[in-house]
């Protein structure tokens, strides 16, 4: 009974030491890489990530940018606030084999442009463990990460992408890559 509670301890420990690392890496600030690319990728469809995404094309910085999300009306009309020109947004309905993973979608996408170097915008909180199973399915692809910090989150949702970050090392050490968790 001794042992299985120090061990209980130890892992107690152990997951609060992780989510401290996890929760300061969410609120940390992070540089902008000038850095050119093939194209953009937005990790989950909030309108504060895609505006960052916008101003990343309209600075030059990349070519298209990719937004997994059906509402291409809504992304058109902030195109053309932006002054960008549409063929510079593909959506995840755009793609041949469009499917709900999202990841599958951005490998399709991937392959479909021929893209070597990419730009990865999103949420703070859920980037880790995008670029965690993205290194999985594209290993010859160079990326560039720009987290979005969003200051009002709870730090409940911050403990459900610890968990979800947790859950898809998990599956990664077992072996199972069919695991995916929503971006949004």
Do not use: C
Request: charged share 15%.
């Amino acid at each position: 009974m001794q042992r299985l509670l120090k061990l209980l301890v130890f892992l107690f420990i152990v997951f609060s030491l992780g989510f401290a690392w996890f929760a300061y890496n969410a609120y940390k600030k992070h540089p902008f890489y000038a850095n050119k690319t093939d194209a953009v990728i937005v990790v989950g469809n909030h309108l504060r990530e895609i505006k960052v995404a916008i101003n990343v094309v309209k600075l030059g910085y990349t070519p298209v940018m990719f937004v997994n999300s059906n509402q291409r009306l809504k992304l058109d009309e902030l195109l053309i606030k932006h002054g960008i020109p549409q063929e510079q947004l593909i959506t995840s309905g755009q793609i041949q084999n469009y499917s709900n993973n999202y990841l599958q979608n951005v490998s399709v996408f991937l392959k479909q442009n021929q893209v070597d170097t990419v730009r990865i915008i999103g949420d703070s909180s859920k980037i880790s463990r995008f670029l965690l199973e993205f290194s999985l399915i594209n290993h010859d692809i160079e990326y560039i990460t720009y987290p979005v910090v969003i200051n009002s989150r709870t730090y409940w949702e911050i403990v459900q992408e610890y968990i979800k970050y947790l859950a898809t090392w998990f599956t990664i050490f077992i072996g199972y890559y069919g695991f995916s968790l929503s971006y949004t």
